[in-house]
């Protein structure tokens, strides 16, 4: 990744990481729009639009976006924006209005997660990389406390006009290699002796995951 009018020089899993689902290949040099929360919500019979793309035009250029939803909003609101808050949803919205590729902030608390299956985007033409707060404010020309100053200003569940990012130009360069596994299922008969019916009560016992090829809620010894 080349970024053109900053002085970082980013550096893979450091500073960006490209998502599972994420389109190949060489993206030429072009400019990075800023576009808060990066999503585009009807409006419901109960609930209020919500549009992140509002006076800018992002073709062919890079859409930097926060990941997930507006934090300090009704539960109400949150519930309904949470619909339209994933990250292969905000790639649709950003591909559909002719994007170039999406930048998604990653919250400052985590580091760069390394690349996991998170479902395949069909049809997908653009890039879809993971940042970290301290290339989105480099790539902003801000500090590190001015972005989390404008993702708490956004949290509110206010809009504002996207902008796009002056003297700034982005290139990259994707590669993705798919790793495929086989996986393993158990078939059981059960049979109770003597009974005429059989009541069978079952859960998913590894419903968290252990995250090995792909996304997974298990925490601490939790994988194990």
């Known amino acids: 990744m080349i970024l053109t009018g900053s002085k970082r020089s980013p ?6 990481m490209p998502v599972s689902f994420s389109r190949t290949g060489e993206f030429a040099s072009a400019p990075v729009v800023f576009s808060g929360y990066g999503m585009k919500v009807p409006a419901s019979d109960k609930q209020a639009a919500y549009d992140s ?10 859409v930097l976006v926060f990941r997930d939803l507006p934090e300090d909003v009704p539960s109400d609101r949150r519930q309904y924006l949470s619909l339209f808050s994933r990250v292969q949803h905000k790639a ?25 299956f998170e479902g395949a985007l069909s049809d997908s033409s653009l890039a879809v990389i993971n940042v970290s707060v301290a290339m989105a404010a480099d790539l902003l020309g801000v500090s590190i406390e001015k972005i989390e100053a404008m993702k708490k200003e956004l949290d509110s569940g206010m809009t504002k006009d996207a902008s796009e990012v002056q003297g700034v130009q982005l290139s990259a360069q994707v590669d993705l290699k798919v790793e495929k596994a086989k996986g ?39 994988s194990h």
């Not at 550096?11 to 960006?16: A, I």
């Not at 793309?53 to 890079?62: H, R, S």
């Not at 649709?92 to 996991?116: C, D, E, H, Y």
Request: glycine share 14%; charged share 20%.
């Open 11 to 16: 550096k893979l899993g450091e500073d960006f």
């Open 53 to 62: 793309y509002l006076g800018v035009d992002v073709n062919a250029k890079w």
């Open 92 to 116: 649709t919205v950003a591909r559909n209005l002719g994007a170039l590729g999406l930048l998604v902030i990653q919250p400052s608390t985590k580091a760069l997660a390394t690349v996991k």
């Open 184 to 222: 393993h299922n158990v078939v059981a008969l059960l049979k109770v002796p003597g009974a005429k019916q059989t009541v069978m009560v079952g859960a998913h016992g590894d419903h968290l995951g252990i995250g090995e090829i792909g996304s997974s809620l298990a925490r601490g010894d939790e």
